[in-house]
């Protein structure tokens, strides 16, 4: 069975650079087929899937978070990591990692890390 587990700072100060990084176990997160994506949902709003990256090592983004965006991954450690840059406190916000299956779906999901920005 799949599971994954963010892991996050926290706190991070507006400007500052969001690192949040997501362990995988019971999976590869080379598994053809499969993708990892990122979402995050801020206080009494909805989510907001912000991008993946796919089992070939592709990463594809939300259109309107792309410029602040980086996804990568340690296929050693079978992690992957997501980097905002820029952030402000409306970037606060649960953020979960979820698998992407061939259908579509997110198939699974970690609890979540909230992440606060403040100063």
């Known amino acids: 069975q799949v599971q994954l587990q963010e892991s996050g700072p926290g706190l991070v100060k507006p400007s500052q650079t969001l690192s949040v990084t997501c362990t995988v176990s019971?999976?590869?997160?080379?598994?053809?087929?499969?993708?990892w994506s990122w979402i995050r949902q801020p206080p009494g709003k909805g989510l907001e899937w912000m991008g993946a990256?796919?089992?070939?090592?592709?990463?594809y983004y939300n259109p309107s978070l792309k410029s602040r965006t980086s996804i990568s991954r340690d296929t050693s450690k079978n992690q992957f990591t997501l980097q905002l840059s820029s952030v402000t406190p409306e970037d606060t916000a649960v953020y979960y990692c979820?698998?992407?299956?061939?259908?579509?779906?997110?198939?699974?999901w970690g609890q979540g890390t909230l992440v606060t920005v403040s100063s």
């Open positions: 990256i796919g089992y070939s090592d592709s990463s």
């Open positions: 979820a698998r992407d299956g061939p259908t579509g779906a997110l198939d699974a």
């Open positions: 019971g999976d590869s997160i080379k598994t053809n087929n499969y993708d």
